[in-house]
């Protein structure tokens, strides 16, 4: 049996080996005894300090740390630590004391000059800042952080090529930097690029390329300045709108175009959010399909790639284009073609993919499951439509129900998101693992939560998960435990299916409706609820419920459509109830045909959302059976009846937007401002509401 250290210097030594083991409890307690031992031991003050500031208790780290510092006045790293303590607890001049003081002691030490830039980000003075990260550049020309801090403080002062340069440079030196990789696809959501020079051209294209054949990136975020590459490239906005008159495949620049690489990926990873390219990929299709029956094999052989990439984007947008009486008549004949071919008909499966799900034909899934293909392209089809999709059917038997589905209203959504399981999507932003409290006053920024209970391991509830794209955004929780809801099995397979993807293992799915939640008779530290509230009969019941569910100082995201920034959608949605058409997907492709046809104004501002791109998501923006709106007034009413705390928007841009007009510390909570906020910029909340806000 050891005997117990008995001199500081052995405690010190045991105290250090289990904090670098994570056995906090144990070093914890080595460190008091040391402290005991000896007070003044500055080693001693300075680990347990550091101890604490990874447990987040701060003011015991901040006199710990204090301390170590007055026994030893250069103790360069207990000064870096405080200052980051003293950024925690909001105190952020007297943070950058700390990192000042460093410097002092040592005038090449870079951290101290990246912290100081990161201080002065938070407090808004952008230029003193990006001169901070600069100098820690100019000292180490490697050093990844500061080119990304910097990144970000580019980007808020609006200089977004250089912005772009500097998150560039962090993935020449490391490819695989998830921050700068994030930070640089969100920043193409902000942004269009302009005057493409050849050089910019060059540039952008290796690095689209380089985004695009990521599996951990959300491609939607690039996809617009992609497009607006390849169109520029290709020279599409000079081919005659009236594609009718044209046969595509003859023009040398659309040759290029369904042969090049990044094209490719974006039809394999992308929704084709435009309304041109969209004409363009039908007349193409439709020559394909006419040209295998024209025997023109070759020319098809050798736009394979390209053939079987339209095949994968046709059924993610659910076959949303029109097809022609002409393609029809056409289609028999391919269907009948692969049944009786005793061969595997690779190049014809896939054209008829892009029409219909080739797990539609008959006996091609028995046929499929004998055959190997040497096609990657092939292989990667044939996963997408039929692997996955068997895969979803096997996980929704599995799935279980709190309780029977009995409300009319529930009744009637659940309906829908059976057939259109919604969003439709491939991939999202890798994240790091981070605290709760600081996911979240990241979100809410320049807001800021004070949050009592440590929030270790907390209990989590998604209510509405959907397919799961909210999950994964909610998943960089560290160790949570998240229980996800959804009133539909067909999108809860989805979801459970990529949350196997990606080997998330702190999820688990159960099929509720929210009115049932009592039923669970569980409380949960943080509830997330995004665009799930205003489908219901009575949205304000729904939210007393999760209410019910939140513990005391709890945590709560809720996301509700706008009334304001919906009045186009209002208009076109009562038209689409006047006409009483029957909802299903061949009404929805002809009433979408009609939209874009059309000029009128309401029109053209849906044709400019994502949503219009797939089946499932325009049958959720413009043909659901439930939709309520709100004003901020309202929710104001809702969050004080509730005895809840507003807490932030989760938009920075927008919050940034509105703190230059409303300047007081306390005005960004003033509901009543956003209101008049919004009245005079009626598209700001063109998604949604998304807010935080606190049990009192």
């Given at each position: 049996m050891n005997k117990s250290p008995k001199s500081a210097n052995e405690i010190l030594v045991l105290a250090k080996e289990n904090h670098q083991k994570n056995n906090f409890k144990l070093a914890k307690s080595l460190y008091e005894e040391l402290l005991r031992k000896d007070h003044k031991n500055s080693e001693g003050l300075f680990y347990f300090g550091t101890?604490?500031?990874?447990?987040?208790?701060?003011?015991?780290?901040?006199?710990?740390?204090?301390?170590?510092?007055?026994?030893?006045?250069?103790?360069?790293?207990?000064?870096?630590?405080?200052?980051?303590?003293?950024?925690?607890?909001?105190?952020?001049?007297?943070?950058?004391?700390?990192?000042?003081?460093?410097?002092?002691?040592?005038?090449?030490?870079?951290?101290?000059?990246?912290n100081l830039g990161i201080l002065h980000h938070k407090l808004k003075e952008l230029e003193q800042a990006a001169k901070f990260c600069k100098k820690a550049i100019d000292i180490d020309s490697k050093f990844l952080e500061a080119y990304n801090n910097l990144g970000n403080i580019l980007n808020e002062l609006g200089d977004f090529q250089n912005s772009i340069k500097s998150y560039t440079k962090?993935?020449?030196?490391?490819?695989?930097?998830?921050?700068a990789i994030n930070n640089l696809s969100i920043l193409f959501t902000r942004i269009q690029i302009k005057d493409l020079t050849k050089t910019n051209i060059i540039f952008f294209r290796k690095l689209f390329l380089f985004l695009y054949k990521r599996n951990d990136i959300d491609h939607s975020y690039i996809f617009s300045n992609a497009k607006l590459l390849i169109f520029t490239i290709y020279d599409l906005k000079k081919i005659d709108p009236d594609l009718k008159k044209i046969d595509l495949l003859k023009l040398q620049s659309i040759k290029d175009l369904i042969k090049d690489e990044l094209f490719i990926l974006m039809l394999k990873k992308s929704l084709m959010k435009?309304?041109?390219?969209?004409?363009?990929?039908?007349?193409?299709?439709?020559?394909?399909?006419?040209?295998?029956?024209?025997?023109?094999?070759?020319?098809?052989?050798?736009?394979?790639k390209f053939i079987f990439a339209l095949s994968e984007n046709c059924f993610f947008n659910e076959y949303i284009f029109i097809t022609t009486s002409k393609e029809k008549n056409f289609l028999i004949r391919l269907k009948d073609l692969i049944k009786k071919s005793k061969e595997i008909l690779e190049l014809e499966i896939g054209i008829l993919g892009s029409y219909i799900p080739i797990g539609s034909i008959e006996n091609i899934k028995k046929k499929l499951e004998r055959f190997e293909s040497k096609n990657s392209e092939?292989?990667?089809?044939?996963?997408?439509?039929?692997?996955?999709?068997?895969?979803?059917?096997?996980?929704?038997?599995?799935?279980?129900?709190?309780?029977?589905?009995?409300?009319?209203?529930?009744?009637?959504?659940?309906?829908?998101?059976?057939?259109?399981?919604?969003?439709?999507?491939?991939?999202?932003?890798?994240?790091?693992?981070m605290h709760s409290v600081d996911v979240i006053n990241n979100q809410i920024r320049p807001n800021r939560i004070k949050f009592d209970d440590k929030l270790n391991r907390p209990n989590i509830l998604i209510a509405g998960c959907g397919t799961g794209k909210h999950i994964f955004l909610s998943a960089n929780y560290a160790d949570s435990n998240i229980l996800a809801i959804d009133i539909?099995?067909?999108?809860?397979?989805?979801?459970?299916?990529?949350?196997?993807?990606?080997?998330?293992?702190?999820?688990?799915?159960?099929?509720?409706?929210?009115?049932?939640?009592?039923?669970?008779?569980?409380?949960?530290?943080?509830?997330?609820?995004?665009?799930?509230?205003?489908?219901?009969?009575?949205?304000?019941?729904?939210?007393?419920?999760?209410?019910?569910?939140?513990?005391?100082?709890?945590?709560?995201m809720i996301g509700l459509y706008s009334d304001i920034a919906r009045q186009h959608i209002k208009i076109i949605r009562s038209e689409i109830q006047k006409s009483k058409i029957k909802i299903d997907n061949k009404t929805?492709?002809?009433?979408?045909?009609?939209?874009i046809k059309s000029n009128i104004n309401e029109y053209k501002i849906i044709k400019e959302s994502t949503d219009f791109y797939s089946l499932s998501n325009l049958r959720d923006l413009l043909f659901h059976s439930k939709e309520h709106r709100f004003t901020l007034s309202e929710i104001k009413n809702f969050i004080k009846n509730l005895y809840l705390k507003f807490c932030g928007f989760e938009n920075f841009d927008l919050t940034n937007r509105f703190t230059k007009k409303y300047?007081?510390?306390?005005?960004?909570?003033?509901l009543d401002l956003w209101n008049k906020f919004e009245i005079e910029n009626p598209r700001a909340f063109a998604g949604m509401y998304q807010f935080w806000c606190q049990k009192n």
């Amino acid at each position: 049996m050891n005997k117990s250290p008995k001199s500081a210097n052995e405690i010190l030594v045991l105290a250090k080996e289990n904090h670098q083991k994570n056995n906090f409890k144990l070093a914890k307690s080595l460190y008091e005894e040391l402290l005991r031992k000896d007070h003044k031991n500055s080693e001693g003050l300075f680990y347990f300090g550091t101890l604490c500031l990874q447990l987040r208790e701060y003011e015991k780290s901040k006199e710990l740390l204090n301390k170590a510092i007055k026994v030893n006045p250069n103790y360069v790293e207990a000064y870096n630590n405080l200052g980051n303590v003293l950024n925690q607890l909001g105190e952020l001049e007297n943070s950058k004391e700390c990192f000042k003081k460093i410097i002092e002691i040592d005038p090449n030490n870079t951290h101290a000059y990246n912290n100081l830039g990161i201080l002065h980000h938070k407090l808004k003075e952008l230029e003193q800042a990006a001169k901070f990260c600069k100098k820690a550049i100019d000292i180490d020309s490697k050093f990844l952080e500061a080119y990304n801090n910097l990144g970000n403080i580019l980007n808020e002062l609006g200089d977004f090529q250089n912005s772009i340069k500097s998150y560039t440079k962090v993935i020449e030196i490391n490819p695989n930097h998830i921050n700068a990789i994030n930070n640089l696809s969100i920043l193409f959501t902000r942004i269009q690029i302009k005057d493409l020079t050849k050089t910019n051209i060059i540039f952008f294209r290796k690095l689209f390329l380089f985004l695009y054949k990521r599996n951990d990136i959300d491609h939607s975020y690039i996809f617009s300045n992609a497009k607006l590459l390849i169109f520029t490239i290709y020279d599409l906005k000079k081919i005659d709108p009236d594609l009718k008159k044209i046969d595509l495949l003859k023009l040398q620049s659309i040759k290029d175009l369904i042969k090049d690489e990044l094209f490719i990926l974006m039809l394999k990873k992308s929704l084709m959010k435009d309304v041109f390219l969209e004409k363009i990929l039908t007349k193409i299709r439709y020559e394909i399909l006419v040209n295998l029956f024209k025997k023109k094999r070759e020319f098809l052989n050798k736009n394979s790639k390209f053939i079987f990439a339209l095949s994968e984007n046709c059924f993610f947008n659910e076959y949303i284009f029109i097809t022609t009486s002409k393609e029809k008549n056409f289609l028999i004949r391919l269907k009948d073609l692969i049944k009786k071919s005793k061969e595997i008909l690779e190049l014809e499966i896939g054209i008829l993919g892009s029409y219909i799900p080739i797990g539609s034909i008959e006996n091609i899934k028995k046929k499929l499951e004998r055959f190997e293909s040497k096609n990657s392209e092939f292989n990667s089809l044939y996963k997408v439509q039929i692997i996955e999709v068997e895969e979803e059917k096997k996980i929704s038997y599995s799935i279980k129900s709190l309780a029977r589905i009995s409300n009319d209203i529930s009744d009637r959504v659940q309906k829908q998101y059976e057939e259109n399981p919604y969003p439709r999507w491939r991939y999202i932003n890798k994240r790091n693992f981070m605290h709760s409290v600081d996911v979240i006053n990241n979100q809410i920024r320049p807001n800021r939560i004070k949050f009592d209970d440590k929030l270790n391991r907390p209990n989590i509830l998604i209510a509405g998960c959907g397919t799961g794209k909210h999950i994964f955004l909610s998943a960089n929780y560290a160790d949570s435990n998240i229980l996800a809801i959804d009133i539909s099995k067909s999108s809860i397979a989805y979801a459970k299916r990529k949350a196997n993807e990606l080997g998330a293992s702190n999820l688990k799915f159960l099929h509720s409706d929210i009115l049932d939640l009592k039923k669970l008779n569980k409380k949960f530290n943080i509830i997330e609820s995004v665009g799930v509230l205003h489908h219901m009969e009575e949205p304000l019941l729904g939210w007393k419920i999760l209410n019910g569910c939140l513990k005391e100082n709890g945590l709560m995201m809720i996301g509700l459509y706008s009334d304001i920034a919906r009045q186009h959608i209002k208009i076109i949605r009562s038209e689409i109830q006047k006409s009483k058409i029957k909802i299903d997907n061949k009404t929805i492709k002809k009433f979408r045909d009609k939209i874009i046809k059309s000029n009128i104004n309401e029109y053209k501002i849906i044709k400019e959302s994502t949503d219009f791109y797939s089946l499932s998501n325009l049958r959720d923006l413009l043909f659901h059976s439930k939709e309520h709106r709100f004003t901020l007034s309202e929710i104001k009413n809702f969050i004080k009846n509730l005895y809840l705390k507003f807490c932030g928007f989760e938009n920075f841009d927008l919050t940034n937007r509105f703190t230059k007009k409303y300047k007081l510390e306390n005005d960004i909570y003033n509901l009543d401002l956003w209101n008049k906020f919004e009245i005079e910029n009626p598209r700001a909340f063109a998604g949604m509401y998304q807010f935080w806000c606190q049990k009192n």
